[in-house]
């Protein structure tokens, strides 16, 4: 039996989780301006069924110019079952960063989604893969220097990839991602936790299967877009930070975040290239992905990394980018 002194604690209860189911699932094209949407970064393309949030008073020069001399195309694995339920929500975070974003499935819609010759299917990840970059590489060659690949489930900040990104040359064989070592000599990038290819890069991949070198051997997404890599002589780079902590993660922020006594290697870091660490020293500062995030955990870290500010912190790093052609150099004051 529930009390009189309960009824409005309950009552709460009832509405918040009404507007959270309102919030995350409402057509984002007619909603008002939500709490946890974006500002939008000089230079990147506007989506106006995108609700905005601006700080008025952020300099975002250096973001900005990144934007402008890192031209960074993102396309999304996602479908038609996954639409309304989770590629939307990556339209209304991180998405509209990018300077170009295209959705891929298998079949065009207004949403827009490319619709590619192929079929649904965990099966068919590498054949959608494959079409993907053929259809970047014919109808966009001119608009990129990196490309980037992620699921429909991953959180993306794309400041902190174009910043990585910023000290490499596109004209070189790398990509770039969190680095598996079985099944292919070199390694591979993990496919949940998204993966960048240079320019370069993915004239090889294309190149690789007009002359046959490269084939779809597996239906194994990223292990087998990896054996094409090393087949065309493309080079996995290193995305970790300075200090050796990881950038990209194939796993949500729980998984690392947290500091367990000695023990084996858990399931979910046996892949890794590098040792693997845990707990705060786990990740990067300027981390660039996780997997595995669904809408509410999607808005969630949108509101944590632009959003949240300590009060009477001065964030200790003031970056100065100096361009030139293709590279960058980033000191820190």
């Known amino acids: 039996m529930i009390t009189l002194s309960l009824v409005p604690f309950v009552s709460g209860l009832c509405i918040g989780f009404l507007s959270i189911q309102y919030f995350v699932y409402s057509d984002t094209s007619t909603a008002k301006p939500a709490l946890f949407s974006l500002g939008n970064s000089s230079g990147v393309h506007n989506d106006k069924r995108v609700p905005r949030h601006r700080h008025s008073d952020e300099d975002r020069s250096v973001a900005a110019s990144l934007s402008q001399n890192v031209r960074l195309l993102c396309w999304i694995m996602t479908g038609p079952k996954n639409l309304e339920s989770r590629t939307k929500h990556i339209r209304a975070t991180w998405g509209k960063r990018c300077n170009k974003v295209l959705y891929m499935s298998s079949v065009e819609t207004e949403f827009p989604t490319v619709g590619l010759n192929v079929t649904e299917g965990r099966d068919q990840l590498y054949w959608k893969t494959i079409r993907a970059f053929q259809y970047i590489y014919q109808h966009h060659h001119n608009d990129y220097d990196w490309v980037l690949k992620a699921d429909d489930d991953t959180f993306v900040v794309i400041e902190n990839l174009r910043h990585t990104l910023s000290k490499q040359d596109p004209?070189?064989?790398v990509y770039f991602?969190?680095?598996f070592h079985p099944f292919v000599q070199?390694?591979?990038?993990?496919?949940?936790?998204?993966?960048?290819?240079?320019?370069?890069?993915?004239?090889r991949f294309i190149k690789g299967f007009d002359t046959g070198k490269c084939s779809h051997f597996s239906t194994i997404e990223d292990m087998a877009l990896g054996k094409?890599?090393?087949t065309m002589g493309v080079e996995p780079g290193d995305s970790r930070d300075v200090k050796g902590r990881q950038t990209f993660h194939p796993y949500p922020p729980d998984m690392y975040l947290v500091k367990e006594p000695p023990r084996k290697r858990p399931w979910y870091l046996l892949y890794d290239h590098f040792k693997p660490r845990e707990g705060p020293e786990c990740c990067s500062d300027h981390i660039v992905s996780f997997h595995y995030i669904y809408p509410v955990e999607m808005y969630t870290l949108v509101y944590?990394?632009?959003?949240?500010?300590?009060y009477g912190y001065k964030y200790r790093a003031q970056n100065v980018v100096q361009i030139t052609s293709y590279h960058f150099t980033t000191s820190t004051l």
């Open 171 to 173: 004209e070189k064989p």
């Open 177 to 179: 991602g969190r680095r």
């Open 186 to 203: 070199q390694g591979y990038m993990s496919g949940g936790a998204g993966y960048v290819l240079s320019k370069e890069a993915v004239r």
């Open 228 to 230: 094409c890599m090393e």
């Open 304 to 310: 944590f990394t632009y959003h949240l500010r300590p």
